[in-house]
């Protein structure tokens, strides 16, 4: 376990009935996008948290192995959640998705997400000589910082996207 690691959530895998809890997750405010009449489009003041939370709502549980949906609860109630996809030959994990209840944002729980990719690395017996990537909407700084903090740094634009990598 990594030592910037808090362990203040209580993290386990997504299952069946953890579908509820996704389709009502709420990671951006406002919840909705806002229809501006001005360019008659709806629009977003933080379009990557609309997406992620999108994605978080639609997917369907229990997920199967190479992916892993790892819910992180406070109190009993669903505060992060991160999906990781692992390819064991390769030695590689992707990270699709990261987010935080809204309502909880800034607590360092985001770095906690992604500090579980070592757990289930040591699940696969792997302690080095593995890779993690993300891509990362460019403009959302937060998302960058927090990788940055753990670490990974920024290979090369894919779109909107950053692709951000750490070698263990």
């Known amino acids: 376990m990594p030592a910037h690691c808090s362990n203040v ?77 692992v390819t064991p030959f390769d030695r590689y994990c992707f990270i699709p998705a990261v987010a935080v209840a809204q309502h909880l944002s800034g607590n360092g729980y985001a770095g906690e997400a992604i500090d579980r990719v070592e757990n289930v690395a040591s699940k696969y017996g792997w302690e080095r000589n593995f890779t993690v990537e993300a891509l990362i909407d460019a403009d959302n700084l937060s998302a960058k910082s927090v990788f940055a903090n753990r670490g990974y740094h920024s290979l090369e634009m894919r779109n909107r996207y950053e692709l951000w990598l750490k070698a263990f």
Do not use: M
């Open 9 to 85: 959530l209580d993290w386990r895998n997504a299952v069946a009935a953890d579908r509820d809890l996704l389709r009502n997750f709420c990671c951006t405010y406002p919840a909705n996008p806002v229809f501006n009449d001005e360019t008659d489009e709806f629009e977003h003041d933080l379009p990557w948290e609309l997406e992620v939370q999108d994605h978080f709502q639609r997917i369907y549980t229990p997920v199967t192995v190479p992916s892993f949906l790892l819910l992180g609860f406070l109190e009993e109630k669903l505060a992060a959640t991160i999906e990781l996809i």
